[in-house]
């Protein structure tokens, strides 16, 4: 019982004392706090846990130390009818603070209600927060937060085994199998979120768990997912479905006609995206052959939902790049619009050009993110270190061979019938397109038999959509309801 106490207080104050003296990353700490919080008005105590947890090879040696934060409700009686949600950003090469501080977690940035920075930095309670239904993970990827390889430098490490889509898959995989155990999670309910990258992540890990792990999911939530069958991969296909969020874009800044202009945008959308699938993708799809008539006739309509000139469009072979897209939509205003958010304005060197001089979104979130991790990891979860916390970190070269991503969710989820899926989407994401996302959506599972088993939601603002505090909520009560809708309830698994 002594020796008990002792490891206890060892953990609680000794350690962070102890690492905060170098940037050496602790192989395997925890430290735990306690905190309360109020969501939908119903206050309660919670846990929050944060340390590292090794990455061990097949010898069982350590070769990396992954940051986490665990937050667990107080006072649940029966913790194993609890969900547990594991959390991912993306990147590749991001730390897991973007939806931990923004998003899901039990405390939220300091901003605006349209999700610009206020000073000072910091945080506060998140009244949104989906602690009340599931306790939650925010996993950092090897070189991200203060996650480390180890050695951090150097030959001896085997990039080979972490930054690829399968190594990533792989590792984590294994990862998390050593985290459900320690912490006695395998009778929980699970789901896994990942935004952006994470979404190929997840899609990924969602096979990887069943196959490798036998660890089998409830849910999988793809947050802006970049798909990579279609981003990367050029065509008819992959250029055509960008229409629709130019079209929302321009709504937004007002620079659609005023036939469109006058409705809302959700009214213009489908109409968009018919256009998009019934006629822009054939047009691409003739290339050079395409007739006059129709490449004047295409051009026109193209301008007409994308508040972009028809000259413009011509010039372009009738697919405008996105980068074009985000200099020229406000250039006669003098802007450029943001990548990640297209409500974001920025101001270049000069107004001709061919694409932005910088992301004007990225650099807003960061001069509020990244004061507010340092300092509330540090101050109020008392992790302490002199690490430095990688918002974004060193995993390139990253391998993108063998994406069988999309095809390994279709597997998962025909193997097990209590596996659902929710996509979360900003109309004005510029980067990982709604439209792309409703497009893998329906491509994952071809013979339409499952197709009851997806969401999708969208919402009036961009990749992080949950910046804005209208999204925040919603996005919340989105997630909130998908995980108490896909509770097996006793029903057996199968069809």
Known sequence: MKNSIFLTLLVLFVIPCVFSQNRSIPLDTTVITQHSVTVNGTSFNYTAETGTQPVWDESGEPIAALHYTYYTRNGVRDRKARPLLISFNGGP??????????????????IDDEGFPVQPYGVSQNPYSVLDVTDIVYVNPANTGYSRTIPETGKEVDRSKFFGINADIKYLAEWLNTFVTRHNRWRSPKYIVGESYGGTRVMGLSLALQNQQ????????????????????????SEALNLPYYTAAAWHHKALPSALQSKDLLEILPESEEYTINTLIPALAKGGFISEAERNQVAERVAYYSGLSKDEILSRNLSIPTSYFWKALLRDRGYTVGRLDSRYLGIDRQIAGERPDYNSEITSWLHS????????????????????????????????????????????????????????????????????????????????????????????????????????RQANEDIRAFILQTQANGKSAKY
Not at 93 to 110: C, D, E, F, K, Q
Not at 391 to 407: I, L
Request: aromatic residues 16%.
């Open 369 to 472: 993110f990244t004061p507010a991790i340092n300092y509330y990891l540090q101050e109020e979860l008392n992790f302490k270190t002199d690490m430095k916390y990688n918002m974004f970190g060193p995993v390139r070269p990253w391998d993108n061979d063998d994406d069988n991503t999309r095809e390994n969710l279709r597997q998962a989820m025909a193997q097990n019938p209590y596996l659902n899926v929710l996509i979360q989407s900003g109309y004005y994401d510029g980067a990982t397109t709604y439209f792309n996302a409703k497009y893998t959506m329906w491509q994952v599972d071809p013979s339409g038999r499952m197709k009851d088993r997806f969401q999708f939601k969208g919402y009036r603002s961009g990749h992080m959509m949950y910046l804005r505090r209208e999204d925040l």
């Open 93 to 110: 090469g991001s730390g897991s603070v973007w939806m931990h501080l923004a998003y899901t977690g039990p405390r939220i940035l300091n």
């Open 214 to 237: 036998w660890m089998y999911l409830n849910g999988v939530i793809m947050v802006s997912p970049a798909d990579y069958k279609v981003i990367r991969v050029g065509g008819p296909v």
